[in-house]
């Protein structure tokens, strides 16, 4: 993706928001962070168009783990119902320019009332490495 993609993005991120995260994602914070990884040259943001907004998108960071492994770890993945059964599509282009970079490994996540998501996941040839616990401060 490059920064002219923000807008479509934007359209997308509010079908996102309320689909998903209606009360917990700032459809214009999620804006600020597609453009901070587009920015980053370590970031990644891939975009599948629809005809009149992005129909899926994808972004992430190539990080140094603990460990010392690089990985691509995602921040943000979306894909419109009507793009269902693409998804994979965006999620290896991502992961073939994560590779370029450097990467031998991709997180992806999802939120808990979306386990379809996990399942795709698994189809793509994922494995649950661990689970995320949260907590409001």
Known sequence: AE??????????A?????????D???PDHLIETAETALSD????VVVLDG???AGCYVGGLVNSHISGER???EIFLWVDPEFRGNGHKIV???EDVARDRGATSCWLSHPAVAEKAGKAFERWGY???EKHYRKAL
């Open 3 to 12: 920064v002219r993609d923000i807008a479509d993005l934007a359209a997308a």
């Open 14 to 22: 509010q079908s996102f928001v309320a689909g998903a995260y209606p």
């Open 24 to 26: 917990k994602i700032d």
């Open 41 to 44: 040259p370590n970031g990644i």
């Open 51 to 53: 005809e009149h907004f």
């Open 71 to 73: 990985m691509l770890v």
């Open 92 to 94: 290896e282009f991502a």
């Open 127 to 129: 494995a649950l490495a």
